[in-house]
């Protein structure tokens, strides 16, 4: 069975303070990971499709690598208006999105 | 349309009631998907179109649940004799093949009272 887990469950940073989001996963045949941002009563964002062990992909602050075993999100100076759950699903063999519980970032002024 | 849009965006029912949520996708994207989340969880499961047929309905909870997706385009999940459990946010995604990224609607949030 596919599953996900994000670390840490939630992360409060001041505005600049570069920081990581952990995604563990474990799939048969990893067909893609995919990376999410959701504000509060919104549906999720999409923000980055990675294929491959090594691969990156960046967007503004936005930085997501990943291995063979995980996927890390990095922020860089972070904003107040980055603040939102940032979401991790994994699609394997299965063709559905198999996602993680999210990490809450909060970012301060 | 521009994204994909569900219907309605709030829904409040009786324990017991028959409800129906709408999604309608992305134009073209010939894969449509449900989720349901509830609060501080991630999106879980629920049912995968490919074109009209249920390619994946594994994640539906019991048999109260229910999608059709008839031309494939708009779908609709149908939830029979609603519980005070089944509240929670309904999710609508669709893509433009099972492989490639899925973008969501806003999602309806379901409250059974």
């Known amino acids: 069975e596919d599953q996900v887990t994000q670390s840490p469950e939630a992360l409060r940073l001041q505005e600049g303070e570069s920081s990581s989001l952990n995604c563990s996963y474990t799939v048969s045949g990893l067909r893609g990971l995919f990376w999410y941002r959701q504000d509060p009563g919104k549906g999720p964002e999409f923000l980055f499709t990675l294929y491959s062990a090594g691969e990156e992909k960046e967007k503004e602050r936005l930085k997501a690598t990943l291995t063979k075993k995980e996927s890390f999100l990095h922020i860089t100076a972070p904003k107040p208006e980055d603040s939102a759950t940032y979401l991790c699903a994994v699609q394997g063999q299965g063709q559905n999105f198999v996602f993680g519980p999210g990490t809450r970032l909060s970012v301060l002024p | 349309g521009a994204g994909v849009s569900q219907t309605p965006s709030n829904k409040v029912t009786e324990k017991g009631k028959y409800v129906e949520l709408r999604c309608d996708p992305i134009s073209g994207h010939t894969a449509l998907y449900w989720y349901r989340q509830s609060l501080g969880q991630g999106p879980e499961f629920l049912i995968y179109?490919?074109?009209?047929?249920?390619?994946?309905d594994s994640g539906l909870p019991n048999d109260r649940f229910f999608a059709v997706r008839p031309e494939g385009s708009v779908s609709t999940l149908k939830i029979q004799r609603t519980e005070r459990g089944d509240s929670a946010v309904y999710l609508c995604a669709s893509s433009k093949s099972w492989n490639t990224e899925a973008f969501f609607g806003q999602g309806t949030r379901l409250t059974v009272v």
């Open positions: 179109f490919q074109g009209t047929g249920a390619a994946d």
